[in-house]
Nanobody
Framework: QVQLVESGGGLVQPGGSLRLSCAAS????????MGWYRQAPGKQRELAAA???????NYADSVKGRFTISRDNAKNTVYLQINSLQPDDTAVYYC?????????WGQGTQVTVSS
């Protein structure tokens, strides 16, 4: 069973930054895709940023230029650097990993942007 544990969320003022971490219980190199999704109150879960199966990065249009996904294979951890936070970025951020037909989710970390 794969475990994904997110951390780094919190309350931040507009314009602030956060770095989210997703620690996996096994080598992240084994996953086909890995990334971050988010779910705002009353809305569907949506892609924020991810590594694709061919090693590229994919970002939602709403976060391009502000979010950066990165990885540390030695630590089995994927990061999401979030800059210039806006109130619309308020959501639970989930880490997702896939290997073949299997999809794994973390428990989520809350990001709240408010003055």
């Amino acid at each position: 069973q794969v475990q994904l544990v997110e951390s780094g969320g919190g309350l931040v003022q507009p314009g602030g930054s956060l770095r989210l971490s997703c620690a996996a219980s096994r080598s992240i190199s084994s996953f086909t895709t890995m990334g971050w999704y988010r779910q705002a109150p009353g809305k569907q879960r949506e892609l924020a940023a991810a590594f694709t199966s061919d090693g590229r990065t994919n970002y939602a249009d709403s976060v391009k230029g502000r979010f950066t996904i990165s990885r540390d294979n030695a630590k089995n951890t994927v990061y999401l650097q979030i800059n210039s936070l806006q109130p619309d970025d308020t959501a639970v951020y989930y880490c997702r990993a896939a290997y073949g037909p299997a999809v794994y989710w973390g428990q989520g970390t809350q990001v709240t942007v408010s003055s």
